[in-house]
């Protein structure tokens, strides 16, 4: 199990383009979902991340909309190559960059492996998967967190119990 202990009051840990993006959990996992046969069925770290939902993300949200159907429009019209690729939800732009980087009490070496921003309903939502798993001696996670690998000054402390 996994105490958060320290953290921001609001839990604001980065302010990526004007949006604030908020620490929304950690948890152990015991199956890493990623492709590399190497990893498969190694336990982990998964951090979780949101937007915090303002009127600039609204504003995002209906631009992006905006694009989506212009783009739809036009490969309609014009065919697939001339459309080209879908925009990008807003979500992945504001929440893809925001990391962090953990750190424990026996000096674990941890490395981020996988991540899923936004998608449908998730819009304003990141995960980030970290292996290895804390070893048992260790007793406490730092989560220093990042924007574009960048410390944004806003660390977490996680006990282990």
Wanted: aromatic share 8%; net charge negative; charged share 25%.
């Amino acid at each position: 199990m996994m105490t958060v202990i320290s953290a921001p009051g609001d839990l604001v840990v980065a302010t990526n383009d004007g949006v604030d993006v908020r620490f929304a959990g950690i948890e152990s996992i015991a199956d890493v979902p990623i492709d590399s046969a190497g990893w498969l069925g190694s336990e982990g770290i998964k951090i979780y991340f949101q937007g915090i939902r303002s009127h600039e993300t609204w504003q995002r949200d209906v631009r992006y909309e905006e694009q989506l159907t212009q783009w739809a429009d036009m490969r309609k019209r014009k065919g697939e190559e001339a459309a080209g690729d879908a925009p990008s939800m807003p979500g992945q732009l504001i929440l893809g960059p925001v990391g962090a980087v953990i750190s424990d009490d026996v000096g674990t070496n941890y490395r981020l492996t996988s991540g899923q921003v936004a998608g449908s309903a998730t819009e304003w939502e990141s995960t980030w998967v970290y292996l290895p798993n804390p070893p048992r001696a260790a007793r406490f996670l730092t989560l220093e967190f990042t924007v574009d690998d960048e410390p944004t000054g806003k660390t977490c402390t996680v006990r282990l119990d």
